[in-house]
């Protein structure tokens, strides 16, 4: 088991490695949209230096004249001593601006995980064991729907009901007009009331292959032959199902969701560009549209970390809750 | 496909062995239509696709309209024509060879206000006389007109000279006089009810209080407008419509401004613009959009553009993810460990920031839209074969130890035959079931693009990009028939592919079946 971490621990390493280098070398192939936008602005103003000579300066204090493979290098070199250097976009440091951000992304995401697994387990047994009645139907279908409804159309028609032709919630930003008058209570919910809508989009959004992994799963139990045997010994069927085969469904939903926690930092991309959250999907979006090459860079090896504790935590959680499974 | 399935379902023949259905024989691939088709959804979302495939590739052709025709519309703005004044202030016409500067037109009006009939500036004496209501004529000590002052004006006739100042004088003292005739430069005149002059039989001017200024350059107004207009205010209308000698009707608009005095009148002018945001009508059932584009028809070529992306992608993905994940698992080894540390770190980078990058770059460079949706497509492919590769990999690890692969290899097959003539038909199943999901959330994923401004451009149209639409929110507010549409579009073709692919799912794989 611990050989086994280690290995895995190892391996993420290399692909980390490799990862940020074809990310770094993608960035960087790309035409620097930002520095020549800043040295466009600087050439611009009385009595400046000319165009050609601002790039090559701005280029030079960004590390930005150094060939691919060497920059890549320094910029290792400077992550993994946890040296993130500064956001172009916002001027401040880039680790500094992810702790900003990043507290309300973790909320809405672990808000709606919860939310998803309140919702989508329950309905997923439920279709698991009427299988083929309407409720299954019901059930199968609005997950499905769930899946296929493209966020921005989804997000879009929840801000025109409700905020538009209800009133109820604000359609963008994280805080109201009158914010600051209020005090810490009225503070508080009135973040609250605008992560409503956000909040409910991504579990909509997400909550369907929920459901539909824990049908499947529990259907996959079902048919298992100690499931038949359970039946055979005259047991209940309540117990049955919510005894014998709904913890042997737990195994893989385990597994999934202790692989999806990483994920609660990563943030909702276009769920919080819709509704100009700011958390770390929105702040990154903004980053990545100017070209901010520190604060992209940054964002895209957190995600690729993310992913890669998550794959590992849910390997882990595998073998450590299914004991017929054995890492080697 | 069949033939394909014929090693796949050796299960389904025994499965069918314990059914009654065993009396009626049936093929493997006859078995999974006969499943696929029990499935209500499946069987549901099979209509919805072929109704959006019917819409999108065949409707096209079926409208009279192109993708990016433009329709225009006339609508009527208000434009300002021309000012009209009541002359209330005195104006001056000073004889021929004559001076009358502001300082005697002051002295002037300050004898007028203190009733005086003279008065004398440097030496000079000058009488004034009243030859009709508010009108007046000043002369020198020795008798010659100097000059008149009056309100009402003579214009000149359209396409006639400025009359000269006798005729002036002379009309203006028959006009306040109640006249109908006078002569001056040897010339005879006449003055009708109306306040026109007219020598022999031609109106060369006439008399009016109403000042009329064209607020535009190049308009001039006509005698007969301008009666009209006097008509309008005295009877005090709002509105009224004039035809023009070329038989042209407009309406016009008036309005009285009480601080300025003046009359502003405004043309209701037709322009021809784009019908930008229609409402739905007879002609476009779905509105136009901000471009003045059929909103029916952009949906069809934006379905178009949406599908074909779609189906690319999934295709690059497909062949890439086949190839690879075959040669891996086939081989084993080093070169599955390769491959499966490629596809480690494939499946590691973040798709969505790197194309919203990638996209934000094209911005950047200006890259031809059409090029664009190629790069798109290339981008979207290349990044989302891995999970391909793995089930196709996972797949071939366990049937490469099974007999008819010994048999293959005791036959001297070649491997790239044996890989992918007699192991990849047997994942098939699988692949049709993946790629038909994955072709949802690909169009999912490029629909989010374009939305984002990053996808498909302008003359191009997807459902995403037309959706795009709502970042303007009084659109989103407003017109509704611009994007719900779109997004039903996007929803059935979506929810189709999800519901074929899970029914697909169950026929393929008996063993959820109770």
Known sequence: MKNYIIKRIIFSVFILFFVTLIIYTLIRCLPASYVETMAMQLSTKPGAKPYEEWVAQLNASYGLDQPIIIGYFHWLADFAQGNFGDSWRFTVPVIQKFKEVIGVSFVMGAISLVLELVIAIPLGVIAATKQYSKADYAISASALVGISLPTFFFATILKLIFSVKLGWFDTHGMVGRNYAQLDAMGKFLDQANHLVLPIATLTIVSVGSLMRYTRTNMLEVLNADYIRTARAKGLSEGRVIYHHAFRNTLIPLVTIVGGSLPGLFSGALITETLFSIPGIGFTSYQSMTAGDIPFTMFYLSFIALLTLAGNLISDILYAVVDPRVRLS | MSEELKNTNQTEEQYSLNDDRRVK??????????????????????????????????????????????????????????????????????????????????????????????????????????????????????????????????????????????????????????????????????????????????????????????????????????????????????????????????????????????????????????????????????????????????????????????????????????????????????????????????????????????????????????????????????????????????????????????????????????????????????????????????????????????????PFASWGSIISDVNNSYVMTTFWFIWIPAGICLLIAVLGFNFVGDGLRDAFDPKMKR
Request: proline share 3%; net charge negative; with cysteine.
């Open chain 2, 25 to 458: 024989v049936l093929s493997p691939g006859a078995l999974v239509v006969k499943r696929f088709f029990r499935n209500r959804l499946a069987v549901l979302g099979l209509i919805m696709l072929i109704v959006m495939f019917v819409f999108s590739f065949v409707g096209g052709f079926v409208m009279p309209y192109g993708q990016a025709e433009q329709f225009y519309t006339v609508t009527y703005l208000d434009k300002e024509y021309v000012g009209v004044t009541r002359n209330d202030e005195l104006r001056y016409a000073v004889a021929d060879g004559q001076e009358f500067g502001t300082i005697l037109q002051a002295q002037f009006l300050l004898a007028l206000g203190k009733g005086k009939t003279e008065y004398s500036y440097k030496g000079e004496d000058y009488t004034l006389t009243e030859e009709g209501a508010d009108f007046y004529s000043i002369s020198k000590a020795d008798g010659t007109v100097l000059a008149i002052a009056y309100k009402d004006i003579v214009n000149a006739a359209d396409g006639m000279e400025d009359p000269a100042f006798a005729v002036k004088y002379e009309a203006l003292k028959a006009y306040a006089n109640g006249g109908t005739s006078f002569s001056a430069d040897g010339g005879d005149y006449t003055l009708d009810e109306e306040g026109n002059i007219l020598s022999d039989g031609t109106v060369i001017g006439y008399i009016s209080r109403f000042v009329v200024a064209p607020k535009e350059n190049g308009v001039t107004i006509t005698r007969d407008f301008k009666e009209k207009l006097q008509e309008a205010l005295e009877d005090d209308i709002t509105e009224f419509a004039y035809t023009d000698e070329e038989g042209v009707e407009s309406t016009y608009k008036v309005s009285y401004d009480a601080t300025a005095k003046v009359w502003s009148v405004q043309q209701k002018t037709p322009s021809y613009v784009y019908d930008t945001y229609g409402q739905p009508s007879m002609k476009h059932p779905l509105g136009t959009d901000k471009n003045g584009m059929d909103m029916l028809v952009r949906l069809m070529y934006g379905g178009r553009v949406s599908l074909v992306i779609g189906f690319i992608v999934v295709a690059i993905e497909t062949v890439i993810g086949v190839i690879l994940g075959g040669i891996s698992g086939y081989f084993g080894k080093w070169v599955d460990n390769l491959i499966m540390r490629i596809v480690d770190i494939f499946y590691c980078i973040p798709s969505m920031p790197v194309i919203i990058i990638l996209g934000a770059a094209m911005d950047n460079m200006r890259v031809d839209p059409q090029i664009r949706m190629l790069y798109l497509m290339l981008i979207l492919g290349f990044l989302g074969w891995p999970g391909i590769a793995r089930l196709v990999r996972g797949q071939i690890l366990s049937l490469r130890e099974q007999e008819f692969m010994t048999a293959t290899e005791a036959c001297g097959i070649r491997v790239s035959r044996r890989i992918f003539r007699h192991l990849i038909p047997n994942v098939i199943p699988q692949l049709i079931v993946t790629c038909t999901m994955g072709l949802g959330s690909t169009i999912i994923m490029e629909a989010t693009l374009s939305f984002l401004g990053l996808g498909v451009k302008f």
